[in-house]
């Protein structure tokens, strides 16, 4: 496929004068990557009709150039994000919360990147009332370190107590930033989100004036590595999007590495879907493992992985990976473990070993970005969207339709106490 068509220059220009938000001109006052909220990001997608950004958790540093370099192929507006299991205060990644920003600009400004790129902290994980005192604190500290866009995830709570927690929460956000909000823990076909769920939720933050941009659902699908071919609902995601169009809220859609291209090509058509994350398949990919068409690692007859020679890490390097994964019995998904204890190992490669990483992630983002998602081209649409506001700032993409009066604490935990959900199974389903 021929190089798409970069953004006119004027545009370019004007966009990076105007639409980084203060947190980026203050940390970067002389950088040239086009840093932007999640909105634009989002609004792009729209615009362009049935296209999804790709978010790429940038588990390492190669995972994140070779997005971007894909991204600026195809010209697409992209986000890249890390989770809190990833990157927060008990990660598994070197690339955290407080250094993808800095990591992702100076790349940017390395390889000459002209693309939008939003920086995305997702999966905010809150499980009781404790963490969210601590999020008080630590959410203006990811906005301090060039987050442009957060994901609040009180999933895991009751569904009064994860409407409550996000209204908290919601005074330490910018409101220029990219807002996303999830119902049910993604943990495959257990405890799947039901429309009720969602009209609270997202009820509850209208009545409130507090407009999320996505909502993540337990739509069928899990993280890391899919044992079966089962995987997103797409029937159920249409109709909890349909349900709440007028509220305008777009789709998030977790856990894709599973699922192959034909149904991440139907979330597309058929749902409000415009941000779809990919992890563990670049993960793999970077590493040189055999992944399928849509990035599910394969196994041997043994149940191992399959490292393909002569791609990514070198066999010595994936050796010692092993290794380290079975003197701490990590299997299968848990390999996302080795990420950390690794990354400078990694980094301390041949230059040709490093390159090779990079472009595997690179070739395979591309094809996703152009032949599934549909986001080729959106790159424009996100700067023309920032010209058109003539802001960092892209505003809400709807008005309050709810009565604050019938949203208090008392009447939220009423209403939840009418709504029949089930959450599933007990236990560990962070990213």
Not at 120 to 128: E, F, N, V
Not at 190 to 213: C, K, M, R, Y
Not at 399 to 416: F, G, M
Request: include cysteine.
């Amino acid at each position: 496929m021929p190089q798409a068509k970069a953004a006119d220059s004027t545009d370019f220009e004007r966009a990076l004068e105007i639409g980084r938000p203060p947190n980026v001109k203050k940390l970067f006052p002389n950088s040239r990557a086009l840093i932007v909220s999640g909105k634009f990001v989002d609004r792009a997608m729209l615009k362009k009709g049935n296209a999804i950004a790709m978010a790429a958790n940038g588990r390492n540093s190669f995972v994140i150039r070779g997005a971007l370099q894909a991204a600026q192929r195809a010209n697409s507006a992209i986000i890249i994000e890390i989770a809190k299991s990833e990157g927060g205060a008990d990660a598994y990644c070197a690339v955290n919360y407080w250094n993808i920003a800095r990591i992702v600009d100076a790349v940017c400004n390395e390889l000459g990147i002209t693309i939008p790129v939003a920086i995305h902290a997702d999966h905010y994980g809150l499980k009781s009332q404790e963490d969210v005192e601590v999020a008080k604190i630590e959410i203006p500290s990811l906005f301090d370190a060039g987050i442009t866009s957060i994901a609040i995830d009180a999933s895991h709570m009751p569904d009064d107590k994860n409407l409550l927690a996000n209204l908290e929460l919601n005074p330490y956000i910018p409101k220029w930033a990219g807002l996303e909000t999830e119902i049910g823990e993604i943990k495959g076909k257990e405890g799947l989100s039901t429309v009720a769920e969602a009209l609270f939720l997202i009820q509850g933050l209208n009545a409130h004036s507090i407009f999320p941009d996505w909502i993540a659902l337990n739509n069928g699908t899990t993280h890391g590595i899919e044992l079966s071919d089962k995987g997103i609902q797409v029937d159920l995601t249409a109709e909890i999007h349909e349900a709440l169009a007028k509220y305008n809220v777009s789709g998030a859609q977790h856990g894709t590495s599973g699922n192959n291209s034909d149904r991440l090509k139907e979330i597309a058509a058929r749902t409000r879907t415009t941000k779809a994350n990919v992890a563990t398949a670049l993960q793999m990919i970077s590493w040189g493992l055999r992944v399928n068409d849509y990035g599910n690692a394969q196994l041997d007859e043994n149940g191992n992985f399959i490292k393909l020679k002569n791609e990514g890490v070198t066999e010595e390097m994936w050796h010692q990976m092993v290794a380290h994964a079975e003197s701490q019995d990590l299997k299968g998904g848990n390999y996302k473990k080795l990420n950390l204890p690794f990354e400078n190992k990694l980094l301390g490669q041949a230059d040709k070993i490093k390159t090779r990483m990079v472009k595997r992630v690179e070739t395979f983002v591309y094809n996703m970005l152009t032949n599934v998602f549909n986001a080729e081209d959106t790159a424009p649409l996100a700067i023309a969207e920032i010209l058109e506001n003539a802001s960092y700032d892209a505003g809400p993409k709807v008005e309050r339709i709810e009565d604050p009066a019938n949203w208090t604490p008392e009447l939220i935990t009423r209403r939840a106490a009418s709504i029949s959900s089930d959450k599933g199974p007990a236990g560990d389903f962070d990213d």
